[in-house]
């Protein structure tokens, strides 16, 4: 069966430029929960990504695969690479939006294997936003910024108010995260 390239970002999508007050290029972007389990810092299994925006349009992110993050013995699980992938697409758009946004759809090509002690350097930018629809896509590379391509995504993030964490999210993990005091914004212009 022939694969159809569907349009990226589809038709109608507009360019997206950064929000004036988005961080600059150089700006390392901080953990926006402790707990999740993407950048979180309290989760000794977790990703521990780590992002900084590139150009002030891309951001880039990096994880260390431990062997936390396994599928077949020494190579890394796929369902944990769509997770560094959701949640480096996830802080670009937050970030260089500053817009409240959930992946409402999460598309990744792995076209390499990538071992347990690599580390994938992810590229992200926003590709466009259509109404509530933001267009983002990322390349992954093996160890080094310009090293082989090993994974691609595409994710598809819809702008929600912050009603979506308030009801839907624990109110004591809420509670929690209004209280460690960082990286509490108050304007609550980014995902919690
Ligand atoms: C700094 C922060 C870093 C965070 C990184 C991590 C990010 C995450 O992982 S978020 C967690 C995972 N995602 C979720 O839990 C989201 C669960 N889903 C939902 O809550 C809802 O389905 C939600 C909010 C996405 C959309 O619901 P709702 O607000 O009712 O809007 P809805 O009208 O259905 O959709 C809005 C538009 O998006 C489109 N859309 C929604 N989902 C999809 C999808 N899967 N595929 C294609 N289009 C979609 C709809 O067609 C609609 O388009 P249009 O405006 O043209 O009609």
Redesign the pocket.
């Known amino acids: 069966m022939t694969k159809q390239a569907q349009p990226w970002p589809p038709a109608g999508a507009e360019p997206a430029p950064a929000h004036p007050k988005a961080p600059g290029p150089g700006s390392e972007?901080g953990v926006?929960?402790t707990e999740?389990f993407?950048?979180g810092d309290e989760l000794e299994g977790g990703l521990h990504l780590r992002s900084t925006v590139a150009d002030g349009l891309t951001v880039r992110s990096r994880f260390t695969v431990t062997k936390n993050h396994q599928g077949a013995p020494g190579l890394a699980h796929g369902g944990l690479l769509a997770?560094a992938f959701?949640?480096a697409?996830?802080?670009t758009?937050?970030?260089l939006l500053r817009r409240?946004?959930?992946?409402?759809?999460?598309e990744t090509d792995f076209r390499r294997p990538v071992p347990v002690g690599s580390t994938l350097h992810i590229e992200a930018r926003v590709d466009g936003v259509?109404?509530?629809?933001i267009y983002a896509s990322a390349d992954g590379r093996l160890d080094a910024e310009d090293g082989p391509v090993a994974v691609r995504a595409r994710g598809?993030?819809?702008m929600?108010g912050l009603e979506?964490f308030t009801s839907?999210g624990d109110p004591d993990a809420i509670e929690k995260f209004r209280e460690q005091g960082r990286p509490v914004r108050e304007d609550w212009d980014?995902?919690?």
Do not use: M, Q, S, Y
Not at 100 to 106: D, E, I, K
Not at 130 to 133: E, V
């Open positions: 972007l926006h929960f999740c993407g950048c997770c959701d949640e697409l996830g802080t758009v937050g970030n409240p946004a959930v992946t409402g759809r999460l259509g109404g509530r629809k598809l993030f819809v929600v979506h839907h980014i995902n919690p």
